[in-house]
């Protein structure tokens, strides 16, 4: 029994500590080509191209920067 809840509160901590650092990758407009480099490296299907640029749909971003390295022409950026 007190072995569960810890497991809860391990979970509920992860939880808010993901959705406290979520959101913190962006796309820079100017920089972006609209090349779609970015969409195949995505894991979780976060980016689509929108208007010729890329847009990253934060609901579905995990924070895993994988994307910051594919762009050559340097559009992806972290919040620091
Ligand atoms: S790889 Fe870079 S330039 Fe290409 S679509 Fe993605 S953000 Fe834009
Ligand atoms: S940080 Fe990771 S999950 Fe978020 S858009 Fe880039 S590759 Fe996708």
New binding site residues.
Partial sequence: MKIKLIIIIIILVALSLFAITKGN?FIVPNSCVGCGD?IG???????EIIDGKAV??TK?????????T?CTYKA?RKNK
């Fill in positions: 990758i970015c490296v995505c894991p979780t299907n976060a980016i990253i749909d579905l971003c995990i924070d895993c920067e994988i994307c910051i594919s992806i």
